[in-house]
């Protein structure tokens, strides 16, 4: 065997559909590659969007699949991106706007999937703050919703009527309504209730193709399932 230095290049890549992301040790390095990669997808009858391909360092971060990815004092960090969180604020926007006639309770039902969806989306990364940031700004959404259907009564009143104390709460989006002979609440969910949960790594050497590791598979499916029960 011979005596020279082995060369790692520290170049991965990170691919989702047709999304993917090229890191390297250097920016040198990257632009070497990145002919690479256009001559890899021109054989293949694709090509290589100058205007979404960004070469860029890690403490200036990235955003991919909404995540947006950065180093911040040596730390790397997953957060939602800039884009995401204006996409969801302008689609929350969008419900609340578009059913000014709408019951409480059909508005709850439309925005809680809506809520949900996305906080389940984000909540294996640093999203905690940015999740009670969105819950403000909708509560305020909320509140010129009710005002504006009532310019007859009250502030006291639209906030009785729409809103209700839960523990520390005071401005909880909530109905109760009779139903079955009982009282039912509809509530609307805080993207601060979801828990954020760290995502737990796949074993490297783990293989869903053999046998020897159906067991490892079948537990951490299992332990997802029961997370998502607790937390619907």
């Known amino acids: 065997m011979g005596k020279g230095k082995f060369y790692f290049p520290k170049v991965n890549l990170i691919r989702y559909a047709d999304d993917f992301v090229v890191t390297a040790g250097s920016k040198g390095l990257l632009e070497e590659i990145k002919p690479l990669i256009t001559d890899f997808l021109t054989q293949r009858g694709l090509s290589l969007s100058e205007e979404k391909t960004l070469v860029t360092h890690i403490c200036e971060g990235f955003d991919f699949l909404g995540f947006n990815i950065r180093k911040y004092n040596g730390k790397l960090l997953i957060k939602p991106s800039k884009k995401s969180r204006r996409k969801i604020g302008e689609k929350l926007h969008g419900i ?24 389940n989306y984000f909540k294996h990364v640093v999203s905690k ?17 009710a005002f504006r259907r009532h310019t007859d009564k009250s502030r006291e009143w639209v906030k009785n009527k729409y809103f209700q104390t839960e523990g520390n709460r005071k401005w909880v989006f909530a109905q109760t309504v009779e139903k079955d002979g009982g009282k039912k609440t509809y509530t609307l969910r805080k993207l601060a209730d979801i828990p954020i949960t760290r ?4 074993k490297m050497e783990a293989n869903p193709f053999d046998g020897d590791w159906y067991e490892y598979f079948d537990k951490r499916q299992s332990a997802r399932l029961r997370f998502a029960t607790r937390n619907v």
């Open 96 to 119: 609340i706007s578009g059913n000014k006639s709408a019951t409480q309770g059909q508005l709850i039902g439309l925005l809680n999937p809506v809520i949900t969806g996305w906080g």
């Open 129 to 145: 703050d940015i999740f009670a940031a969105i819950d403000h700004v909708l509560v305020l959404q909320l509140k010129r919703w």
């Open 199 to 202: 995502h737990l790594k796949i």
